[in-house]
């Protein structure tokens, strides 16, 4: 039986998994990511280790690596990555170098997007925006059955684009990013303001130390009731529904998926998401809306879409 390995690569965690053809998610692995503030080795290494376990010392067909990054049209370097210390690197290459198989790039949005068109949550719609919420946003257009990626490569960074002028800096070197109010650190940063102004059950569950604070930990208290935790997804999905509003006045989508860790928390997210999309949406009374669903694989939507994407290469 043929080994195919989806490894996405995000600001705090590198998840690897075997896929089998039809998406199932079997064996996986996780490790921390350094940051960006590291050298791309200590990040290499990690994806090694990830998919070493994973492999468990089977020989491997391919490994596809979803990257949360500005990745070029050819998908061999990453040129630019807000949360990971690739600034230009030729990381296809050198990778399949150091594993010894065949290994694919891109984008980890574009990546999630191929999962849910062909096994997911867009399966038989031929144009659709994706909308990843991790750390940071990530984004991707499919028109006509095809993830549309722009001259550069580039197409659908959709967190980099300003909502807030002079607003909060953000990673990337800009301010007022979108990202910077609907992504995960969005939902911790929120939660964390309010530790010690009223009672929540985060207390208990980060130990009283705000630094170790997580958005599991926010969505699993949540999910509770916890009045802190729904207060910051109300803030985040609020102004996710902005953004996406933002969005389909651009592109006029019959489909809005939303992936990426954050989407883990379903409706809690989603539902204040769709309230603003219809309360900002220029026309919301004289059009129809897109339905904003959560994606079928959800966090795991870059691996399967990694996967996907070697297999195909």
Same mark, same amino acid.
């Given at each position: 039986?043929?080994?195919?390995?989806?490894?996405?690569?995000?600001?705090?965690?590198?998840?690897?998994?075997?896929?089998?053809?039809?998406? +199932?998610?079997?064996?996986?692995?996780?490790?921390? +990511? /350094?940051?960006?503030?590291?050298?791309?080795?200590?990040?290499?290494?990690?994806?090694?280790?990830?998919?070493?376990?994973?492999?468990?010392?089977? /020989?491997?067909?391919?490994?596809?690596?979803?990257?949360?990054?500005?990745?070029?049209?050819?998908?061999?370097?990453?040129?630019?990555?807000?949360?990971?210390?690739?600034?230009?690197?030729?990381?296809?290459?050198?990778?399949?170098?150091?594993?010894?198989?065949?290994?694919?790039?891109?984008?980890?949005?574009?990546?999630?997007? #191929?999962?849910?068109?062909?096994?997911?949550?867009?399966?038989?719609?031929?144009?659709?925006?994706?909308?990843?919420?991790? +750390?940071?946003? *990530?984004?991707?257009?499919?028109?006509?059955?095809?993830?549309?990626?722009?001259?550069? *490569?580039?197409?659908?960074?959709?967190?980099?684009?300003?909502?807030?002028?002079?607003?909060? /800096?953000?990673?990337?070197?800009?301010? *007022?990013?979108?990202?910077?109010?609907? !992504?995960?650190?969005?939902?911790?940063?929120?939660?964390?303001?309010?530790?010690?102004?009223?009672? +929540?059950?985060?207390?208990?569950?980060?130990?009283?130390? @705000?630094?170790?604070?997580?958005? /599991?930990?926010?969505?699993?208290?949540?999910?509770?009731?916890?009045?802190?935790?729904?207060?910051?997804?109300? !803030?985040?999905?609020?102004?996710?529904?902005?953004?996406?509003?933002?969005?389909?006045? !651009?592109?006029?989508?019959?489909?809005?998926?939303?992936?990426?860790?954050?989407?883990?928390?379903?409706?809690?997210?989603?539902?204040?998401?769709?309230?603003?999309?219809?309360?900002?949406?220029?026309?919301?009374?004289?059009?129809?809306? @897109?339905?904003?669903?959560?994606?079928?694989?959800?966090?795991?939507?870059?691996?399967?879409?990694?996967?996907? #994407?070697?297999?195909?290469?």
């Amino acid at each position: 039986m043929s080994l195919h390995i989806g490894v996405d690569v995000g600001g705090t965690k590198v998840l690897a998994a075997e896929v089998e053809a039809d998406g +199932t998610v079997r064996r996986t692995a996780r490790r921390a +990511t /350094p940051g960006r503030r590291v050298d791309a080795a200590l990040v290499e290494q990690a994806l090694t280790e990830a998919v070493a376990e994973v492999a468990g010392g089977r /020989p491997v067909d391919g490994v596809g690596l979803a990257a949360a990054g500005f990745v070029d049209a050819a998908r061999e370097r990453v040129v630019f990555a807000p949360h990971l210390p690739w600034q230009g690197d030729d990381v296809r290459r050198r990778l399949a170098e150091r594993w010894g198989t065949t290994v694919a790039l891109d984008n980890d949005a574009n990546c999630a997007a #191929l999962a849910e068109s062909a096994l997911g949550a867009a399966v038989g719609v031929e144009d659709f925006l994706l909308v990843t919420m991790g +750390t940071g946003i *990530g984004g991707a257009v499919l028109l006509g059955g095809r993830v549309r990626r722009g001259r550069n *490569g580039m197409a659908g960074e959709f967190g980099h684009t300003q909502v807030v002028p002079d607003g909060r /800096p953000c990673e990337c070197g800009g301010a *007022g990013c979108w990202e910077q109010y609907a !992504s995960g650190n969005a939902l911790v940063r929120h939660a964390r303001s309010r530790l010690g102004q009223e009672p +929540t059950v985060l207390e208990g569950l980060c130990g009283g130390d @705000p630094d170790a604070l997580v958005g /599991p930990m926010v969505t699993e208290a949540a999910a509770g009731g916890d009045a802190v935790a729904l207060a910051a997804f109300a !803030s985040v999905g609020d102004w996710l529904g902005v953004g996406i509003a933002n969005l389909v006045a !651009s592109f006029d989508p019959p489909l809005v998926v939303v992936g990426g860790g954050v989407s883990a928390a379903g409706d809690l997210l989603l539902e204040p998401a769709r309230r603003a999309l219809a309360r900002s949406l220029v026309g919301a009374p004289h059009r129809s809306l @897109p339905p904003v669903v959560r994606a079928r694989f959800g966090p795991e939507a870059g691996v399967v879409g990694g996967a996907l #994407l070697v297999r195909g290469r």
